[in-house]
């Protein structure tokens, strides 16, 4: 994993632990370990706190994967499509040319989360009222994802499609659209304060007040 990690290996969240019975399940532990190529709709994935560990190709959709927690993490090239992450902790977590629609991440642990997305397709992900300041979504399709509300300061957007995508009593000051694509964004109902845009995409914003430019 990357060096110079803002989290430690023991920063752990105050969360909920799964009960039964009245009596609390304690999650197995899994440290610095590779899972390659492995189908969980077809192989039992095991609840835990899983830190330092990469999962390469694995298949995570329609998943159960609440409760649970991932500490410096990677996903490569991985399906986790409509998988439920309710109550799940994220902490400096890297997803990379991930297949990721449909994930409800407003219903995982905001405490510490820390994301960062590469060549990924989030459409129809919702992101709502969550703290995602420094969070870098590179040239991915975030086609009709919801941001209202979060805290998208300081944001990198490079390369991303954001068509569709909701923006709306969210805070985007220093947040760098210079290089997305297909954005309509209200200043108005925004906060945008230093935010950067190009030329070539400058109409995103205009859109709401109905101007013509013209070349």
Known sequence: MAAGSRFGRHSYSCRSKPYFCGKEIPLE??????????????????????????????????????????????????????????????????????????????????????????????????????PLKNTSFLECNLESVDFEESNLEFVNFSGSNLANTQFDKSKLSKADFTEAKNFSLNPETNILNGARFSRNNIEGLLGHFKIVLVD
Do not use: P, W
């Open 29 to 130: 532990f899994f440290d610095d370990q590779d899972f390659k190529k492995i189908n969980f709709q077809s192989s039992t994935f095991k609840k835990g706190e899983y830190h330092n560990c990469t999962f390469s190709d694995c298949d995570f959709s329609d998943l159960h994967l609440s409760n649970c927690e991932f500490v410096e993490c990677e996903f490569l090239e991985c399906d986790l499509s409509n998988a439920n992450i309710a109550n799940t902790a994220f902490k400096d977590v890297r997803f990379e040319s991930c297949k990721m629609l449909g994930l409800n991440f407003g219903e995982a642990i905001s405490f510490l989360l820390q994301l960062k997305f590469t060549r990924c397709n989030l459409s129809h992900s919702s992101f709502y009222k969550l």
